[in-house]
C-alpha cells in the first residue's frame, strides 16, 4: 500500500530557507507524478507549489517559481522541496501528494496524499 510521509517543517525567518521531505514507501508503478500544495491558516483550498514526474519534468505555481525547487531520490523514494527566500505568505501546511502519471492524466488529480508538515514563516 502506498504511503507518503513528510518531514521538514518547522519555524523559519523570513528570508531564510527550508526543505521538505516526502518519503514515499509501497509504490509499485514505473512512473510517479508527485506535487506539494500548501494549505494556509484558516483557508480550506490548497494553493499548489510544485509538480515533478518521473521523466524529470518540474512546473511551478504563483510564487514558487523562481524560488521552490522539486527534486526526487530515487535510492531512496523520497520528493523533495526546496524553499528559499521564505515570507510569511509561504506559512501553512505543507502536503505531499503523488499518483501514477497515467492515472494522473487520466483523473486530472492525485491519488495519495501525506498527513502533511507545517511550516510557519516569522518576520
Known amino acids: 500500500q502506498e504511503r507518503l510521509m513528510e518531514s521538514g517543517g518547522g519555524t523559519v525567518h523570513a528570508g531564510g530557507s527550508l526543505r521538505l521531505s516526502c518519503e514515499v514507501s509501497?509504490?509499485?508503478?514505473?512512473?510517479?507524478?508527485m506535487g506539494w500544495y500548501r494549505q494556509a491558516p484558516g483557508q480550506e483550498d490548497l494553493q499548489v507549489g510544485a509538480h515533478l514526474t518521473s521523466t524529470g519534468a518540474t512546473t511551478y505555481e504563483g510564487s514558487a517559481k523562481g524560488r521552490f525547487t522539486v527534486s526526487h531520490d530515487n535510492a531512496v523514494q523520497t520528493t523533495y522541496l526546496q524553499m528559499n527566500n521564505l515570507t510569511s505568505e509561504d506559512t501553512g501546511m505543507y502536503f505531499c501528494a503523488a499518483a501514477s502519471c497515467i492515472y494522473m492524466i487520466k483523473e486530472k488529480r492525485y491519488l495519495h496524499w501525506g498527513q502533511g508538515t507545517q511550516v510557519t514563516v516569522s518576520p
Open positions: 509501497g509504490w509499485t508503478d514505473v512512473t510517479y507524478c
